[in-house]
Structures are given as C-alpha cells and as structure tokens.
C-alpha cells in the first residue's frame, strides 16, 4: 500500500492530508508555516505537528509515506524550497516536492484543466492556466509591496486609514477595537507598533474589521469593500492575459478572507461579473490541501510507471 502526504503550508494554519490511492485517511490542522513571515523555527513546528499527528491519526507511519507534496508562499525561490524540504525530511523519508501554494489550489480547484484560483489568506495571490497549459498571474509579490485583498493587507490598511482620519478630525469606532486587539493605549502606540520591525501581526486585524463592519461601521465596510474590488483587478488582469485560449475559464477562490468576508465575495463577484458578463464565478470554496495531496499521488504514479 502506497500512502502520500499533502500539506498546504499556510501563514496561519498548516493544513496536512494524508491519504492513499483513492481516499483521504487523516487532516490534521497546525499553525501557520510560511518561512518567509515567521521563520524556519515555527515552519519546523508547525510542518513537523500537523505530519506526525496525521500519520498518528491514519496509524501510518512517517517512514511508509511514499511521496509529498507541499504548497507554500516563495517556493520559486531554491533557498525557501530547500529550507522546507530539508524540514520535511527530518521526520520522513519521503520524496518531497515542494511548489507554490497557488498551484495547489489550482489543482484542487480544476485538476489539469483550465481555470483561474484567486488565493485570498494571510497573501493573496490569481493564478490561471488556458486550455492549452499556459498559466499566468498577478500580485503575490510580498506582503511588504503588494498581496492586495489578503488579510495582511486588510490589516495593513485599516491603521493607514485610522491614521488618515486622525488628521482629518473625525474619529471611527474601529479605532478603539484595533487598540484593544493589539493591546495598545493610544495612536501614538499604534503608530509605534505598526512601524516595529519585523512588523506586527496585521493579519489579527482582519477579524477585527469585519466585527466593525458587522456593526455598520463605514470605514471597515469601505476595507471590504476596497478588498474585494482590489482582488477583482487582479483576477481580471490573469483572464485578459489568458484570453483568447479560454476566454469563459471559470474562476474559483480559497482563503480565509473569503471563507469569512461574505462582502468581500459579493464585491469581488460583482466587480468581476460587471468587466466580464457572464464569467463562470464557482461558489464552493476550495481546498487547497486536497490539490496537494492530489499532486503527491499523481507523482507517485508516474513514477512508477
């Protein structure tokens, strides 16, 4: 019996699926394993908890896992693959191979064919592929400089606007419910924090937007908003640059900030459908873990064939 591992090395959460030809036999969920945002130590932890307590849960082994795959943020970059693979291989002897989180959901998503996965977590990133196999994307770059629409960003952007409205006289009920989930005094302390290195935790921010939103409040309705309109642009500059091979490839999203944000999906929806009438939008959010696991047994296969 061959078993394979598919991990989705998120920046919040780890997710690990364990299988073997034809089903899922264990998930497991751990904290975030993105090395470029938290470091080699916690992806260490994370990745090593979430491959040991599936294999714990399946009753298998680390050493009967006969492939990996695993999706994570900068795994174009050889020192970052080789960083996590190195990570992997300290509790399996597995053939690991590691590519980038968007192709996993990708996979999970639309398999081979083609189709365009607009990735909205802690980064964002829209990545297609025509008919013909082609792929292109937008945004990803960082969350210093870009990921627009992510969580990181909506965070980052809710104390910019604060701030702009601190010079503008007006005060905003978001304002106090930042301060209290960053455990801060005053915007002084804000601005301090915002601008520590490394930075702070903008992410933790995003929950706390869409609570004043919840409650009507214009500024974090506006961040949605600007959110979801944001991930639009990108998503509409990837179907251009793949039309005219697949002018109708559907469009289907994951990440938490659309998992959470029913306006960020509604805003996002619209815009899209409003430049391209008639797209094909999916409502089901996607996996990405299951794209993952998905490569890990197609790669097993081809090997042994």
Known sequence: MAYYLGIDGGGTKTRCALGDETKTLAT???????????????????LHASVL????????????????????????RPEIASKIKNILAEVTPAAIEVVGDMVIALEAAFGTGPGVIVVA????????????GRTARAGGWGFAISDEGSGHWIGKQAVSAILRARDSGQETALASLILQAWSLHDLVDLVEA????????????????????????????????DAGSQLAGLTA??????????????????????????????????????RFPGIVVRNELVEPVDG?????RRAGKSKAG
């Open 28 to 46: 497991a969920v751990t904290g975030g394993s993105n090395v470029i945002r938290l470091g080699e130590a916690t992806a260490r932890e994370s």
């Open 53 to 76: 307590e599936a294999c714990a849960t399946a009753k298998v082994r680390p050493d009967q896992i006969h492939r990996v795959c695993i999706g994570a943020a900068g795994a174009a």
């Open 121 to 132: 977590g802690t980064g964002s990133i829209v990545y297609g592929r025509d008919a013909s």
């Open 194 to 225: 915002a601008n520590a290195t490394p930075p702070p935790d903008f992410p933790r921010l995003f929950p706390v937007v869409m609570k004043a939103a919840a409650e009507r409040d214009s500024m974090a309705r506006g961040l949605l908003a």
């Open 237 to 274: 500059k990837v179907v251009t640059g793949l039309m005219p091979n697949s002018p109708h490839a559907p469009v289907a999203m994951t990440g938490s900030v659309f998992r959470q944000s029913a306006e960020v999906r509604q805003v996002f929806y619209n815009c899209l459908h409003a």
């Open 292 to 296: 993952a696991l998905a490569l890990a």
